[in-house]
């Protein structure tokens, strides 16, 4: 399915799950007010989100004269992708990793981890970077924040209806009973997260599609990918550790010694995101890596440095 129409279609369902938690549970004005309450947290979180986020991770912005050829790099793919040049970031992580952030294109940002720019290709950076600048064109921070107002508003509705007994403004019982109360309490939430985790791998597959098209090569990304993945495991990123709740951000999952099931996950399986970027261009697979990494960092130190 269309990555918009399928975006499209599990909002409309979270809506709906919404609407029919609300009725049953608080009736209109319990359904309203948790809706405002969420609407209220979640705009919040979303005209501040860059600042929260970046500070979050103790990001520490790259100049122009700091890492030139990076900067360069960054520039050109923006202008491919028709944005303006975004806010960019390092972290100093082992972990390869990067995610972006902004309520809007004007506003966006783009985060490196130091790991990334010392274990990759400067190909591979250049399909990290643009999979990243995907995520700003189609405000995808939108998305999610409007997702996150539903399933919290959800969420904020089964607890309301629980603790109050199930009872709309008008003093009724709503149909299920304490025992259906306390179900929904469980079950609503649990559904709401579902369908958000679901939203998130869906706008990662559309990254991935624009992103191979803005950096011209998607073999270029399904390696990043693949070094992504691989590089990850034993390499602790402690900032992500610390604010879990940020994982979903990350171009790939950031968390360690978790083996969630695939329905709660926030990313769709590499495997899966490599195969379709690699149906892209079916004539061209992507060439084999050798196990070492050739080590590009732009901050000094040892091994070769294409950024300047």
């Known amino acids: 399915m269309n990555g918009y129409l399928r975006t499209a279609v599990l909002l409309a369902g979270l809506t709906a799950l919404f609407v029919g938690i609300g009725y049953a549970m608080g009736g209109r004005q319990g359904m309203v007010i948790a809706f405002l309450l969420a609407c209220a947290t979640n705009l919040w979180a979303w005209w501040n989100s860059d600042r929260v986020v970046l500070s979050m991770h103790n990001a ?9 050829r990076l900067y360069r790099m960054v520039e050109a793919l923006a202008e ?32 490196v981890n130091a790991g990334l720019l010392d274990l990759m290709d400067e190909e591979e950076v250049a399909g990290v970077v ?19 107002t539903l399933a919290g508003a959800i969420g904020m509705l089964a607890q309301f209806g629980f603790l109050f007994g199930g009872r709309d403004e008008q003093g009724r019982q709503n149909p299920f009973g304490p025992l259906g109360a ?4 469980i079950v ?33 990304l399904a390696s990043g990918l693949q070094k992504l993945e691989h590089y990850k ?12 709740a940020t994982a979903h951000m990350f ?16 990313h769709p399986p590499t495997e899966e995101r490599v195969a379709r970027l690699l149906a892209m261009s079916p004539a061209a697979p992507v060439p084999q890596r050798s196990a070492m990494p ?12 294409p950024w300047g």
């Open 60 to 68: 520490e912005p790259i100049a122009p004269e700091s890492a030139p």
């Open 80 to 111: 491919r992708a028709g944005l303006p040049m975004p806010a960019l970031y390092v972290i100093h992580e082992d972990q390869p990793n990067a995610f972006a952030t902004g309520r809007s294109p004007e506003k966006g940002a783009v985060a």
């Open 130 to 148: 643009a999979h990243e600048l995907a995520h700003i064109k189609n405000r995808d921070t939108l998305i999610m924040t409007v997702t996150a």
């Open 182 to 185: 306390l179900l929904l309490l």
């Open 188 to 220: 609503g939430p649990i559904a709401a997260m579902l369908v958000q985790t679901a939203i998130s791998r869906s706008r990662e597959y559309e990254a991935d599609r624009i992103g191979a098209e803005i950096c011209g090569d998607p073999r270029w």
């Open 233 to 244: 495991h034993g390499r602790i990123n402690q900032a992500a550790e610390a604010n879990p």
């Open 251 to 266: 171009i790939v999952n950031p968390l360690s010694g978790l083996r969630m099931d695939a329905l709660f996950s926030t």
């Open 294 to 305: 050739r080590q590009y960092s732009p901050w000094g130190g040892g091994g070769r440095n």
